[in-house]
């Protein structure tokens, strides 16, 4: 009885995925979730913790590409909302989870334009656990790496006409120990292109 | 002998032949190029048939101009997003191009770029035009694509390309955020559209 049922169990779950429509990477990580600690290599080939990267105060993993002209609009904003806020114990940690980009090329790029540690998820492996589909996309956890904030970094991808600073609100308020009003905003980017694309 | 090439008379004939022997020179060298140019001309006609004329309209819209865009009018419609910056946007737009002509008449389908303004009148149309794409182009100019791509599905992750699905009522039958698999979308369209067999 106990084997037939584990068998229709197992027939339902193949079912179930077959007919489940491809759309992208269900968001299954939500605000509230607690991220265990994970290890990916740098673009040095050093193997780097998240433990042993993030901030006293809070972290911030920024989905990026070396690629994406919507990525290349916000580096200078990412690196100066990173500056601002390491000095209040935010560290920032970039994450390349595209299949197209090598990591010669992402080396490059992140020598180039960043002053935090940008790790390979050349699997997408943490891109699938968060359900991160997207760059730039933002993900910020507090002390206790307890996500606080999800999406965009804020309003506007030229950066001439910001409204709302997402993800420094979100800093601010909890650095302040108040409660955050906004803890998601739609990311808008380019594709995180993953192996199986 | 040398010295009569130089008095009067010699001096006249010899300038008389000298310009009807440039006259004819030059007369001979225009007729050749005249030739060389009409030959030209014809090879050219002969080598480039006259290209299909493809409409590159790109409009601009905005949030307003996007729901009255999303609504479908009796038919299924389907509606990509995507930008010339985007690799695997323009990737599948073959694809694309190929299904709006295998089912013409049968569904709606527009495109909606979201690149820069400025690109309304340069890179957007000549992709299109490129791509021979007769779709209706619009481009998407809004103050925050956030909002609007939360106000499109909530499923919409904000990656482009962004595919979706409407049947004649409105409602979302299909949407894909990256690249399509054009069976899948094919598959879904002749579902909406069952007594319509599409072109091969």
């Known amino acids: 009885m106990k084997q037939k049922s584990i068998l229709l169990a197992a027939i339902f779950a193949v079912f179930a995925f077959v007919l489940c429509p491809d759309e992208g990477n269900a968001q299954t990580f939500t605000i509230g979730s607690a991220l265990e600690n994970f290890k990916l290599s740098d673009t040095n080939g050093k193997e780097q913790s998240f433990d042993g990267l993030k901030g006293e105060k809070g972290t911030v993993l920024v989905f990026l590409s070396a690629q994406c002209p919507v990525v290349k609009g916000y580096n200078d904003r990412i690196n100066q909302i990173a500056a601002d806020y390491k000095a209040n114990g935010i560290n920032f940690i970039g994450i390349n989870s595209n299949a197209t980009e090598s990591p010669e090329l992402v080396k490059v790029h992140a020598a180039e334009h960043y002053k935090f540690t940008v790790l390979l998820d050349k699997d997408s492996i943490l891109a699938d656990k968060l359900g991160a589909n997207v760059t730039p996309e933002v993900y910020y956890f507090d002390a206790k790496n307890v996500l606080l904030y999800h999406g965009a970094i804020d309003n506007d991808r030229s950066g001439k006409n910001v409204t709302e600073g997402y993800l420094k609100v979100a800093f601010d308020a909890s650095l302040n120990g108040k409660k955050i009003e906004k803890t998601s905003a739609n990311a808008f980017g380019c594709s995180i292109k993953r192996k199986a694309d | ?200």
């Open chain 2, 1 to 200: 002998m040398k010295k009569a090439l130089f008095n009067g008379v010699n001096t006249t004939k010899a300038l008389f032949f000298g310009l009807v022997f440039v006259q004819i020179f030059s007369l001979g060298i225009f007729a050749q190029k005249t030739k060389s140019k009409t030959v030209k001309s014809k090879v050219q006609t002969v080598k480039t048939p006259p290209k299909q004329i493809v409409s590159a309209k790109v409009t601009q819209i905005d949030e307003v101009g996007l729901k009255t865009a999303i609504k479908p009018n009796g038919k299924p419609l389907l509606i990509n997003f995507w930008a010339t910056w985007c690799d695997p946007c323009r990737e599948e737009f073959p694809d694309l191009v190929k299904i709006d002509a295998d089912y013409k008449g049968k569904i709606d389908f527009i495109t909606v770029s979201l690149d820069d303004l400025v690109e309304i009148n340069r890179d957007v149309p000549k992709f299109l035009a490129d791509m021979k794409a007769a779709m209706p182009a619009y481009l998407l100019k809004v103050e925050d694509e956030g909002a609007v791509i939360g106000s499109i599905t909530k499923d919409w992750q904000g990656g482009l390309p962004f595919t979706i699905l409407y049947n004649e009522k409105g409602e979302i039958a299909y949407f894909r955020q990256g690249k399509v698999k054009t069976d899948t979308l094919r598959g879904e369209i002749d579902k909406l559209v069952p007594k319509l067999l599409a072109k091969n």
